[in-house]
């Protein structure tokens, strides 16, 4: 059975799309068969972190019923499969989000977790992603602005009925200002499942356009991500061995 999980926010730029590579990566590193689909179609970027940004056929195509579901569908040379949106904005017109509901039902069955890049914000495009959703995750940052957007999408997930999995409190820097932990807790009232530092492998992986758990596999963020994984798959984290250049040096690269 396909599981349909969709990484959504509130607020724009917390992580989600950081989010939803590497907990694709690293789940497909566990063995599980994953497609990560980008569901903002008006500013999508999924695909430029993994460096591809133009594709033949991309889920504009498939919205428009000029294409199949399964015509849309890429390899990463990770080997993580992406159905990314068009970065054209000629694109946009015609599209109707409306209908990922269908592309979502063409899907099931061709992975074990299709992991959803929701768009930022409660607009429509937003909430389509709720829709196909079996699961949510919320990401956030450890700030007022964004745990008050976050609560937003919160009662959300509550109208609609979709389970929410939890939590994931990104860029965490451990300082004074930042909200602390129990306070986005009882913000929210659903738990907290990851807790991902700010961490410059992140940016520079981007960069890179490979994914943190694939470029840094050992750096402190792609550490969190692969536990997010553990828990998402219900499976036990297995501490990741780098090499002894990486672990005498990791935090210089
Ligand atoms: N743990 C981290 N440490 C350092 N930088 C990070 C971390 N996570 C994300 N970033 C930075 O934050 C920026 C935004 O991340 P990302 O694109 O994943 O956010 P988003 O929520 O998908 O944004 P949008 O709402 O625009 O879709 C990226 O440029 C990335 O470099
Ligand atoms: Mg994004």
Not at 66 to 89: N, Q, V
Request: hydrophobic content about 45%.
């Amino acid at each position: 059975m396909t599981r349909v999980l969709t990484v959504i926010s509130g607020k724009g730029g917390v992580g989600k799309t950081t989010t939803v590579t590497n907990l694709g990566l690293a789940l497909m590193k566990q063995g599980k068969s994953v497609i990560i689909l980008d569901a903002n179609v008006t500013t999508p970027n999924l695909s430029l972190h993994l460096g591809i940004p133009f594709y033949p056929v991309t889920l504009h195509d498939v919205l428009k019923g000029k294409a199949d579901a399964s015509e849309a569908i890429y390899e990463h040379s990770s080997g993580l499969r992406i159905i990314p949106a068009s970065l054209k904005t000629d694109d946009l017109a015609e599209t109707s989000i409306e209908k990922l509901n269908k592309v979502l039902m063409n899907l099931l069955g061709r992975a074990d977790i299709i992991i959803v890049d929701a768009a930022a914000g409660l607009g429509k495009e937003a909430l389509a992603a709720v829709n196909v959703a079996d699961e949510l995750v919320i990401v956030t940052n450890p700030e007022l602005p964004a745990v008050t957007d976050a609560l937003k999408t919160v009662k959300v997930a509550e109208q609609f009925g979709t389970k929410v999995l939890g939590v994931v409190v990104n860029r965490m820097r451990g300082l004074k200002h930042e909200l602390p932990l129990d306070d986005i807790q009882s913000m929210l009232e659903i738990p907290i499942i990851s807790v991902i530092p700010e961490d410059i492998a992140v940016p520079r992986s981007i960069s890179e356009k490979i994914p943190v758990v694939h470029h840094r596999p050992t750096s402190k963020s792609a550490r969190e991500f692969r536990k997010l994984a553990a828990t998402i798959s219900g499976t036990e984290f297995v501490e990741k061995q780098g090499s002894l250049i990486e672990r005498l040096f990791g935090w210089m690269i």
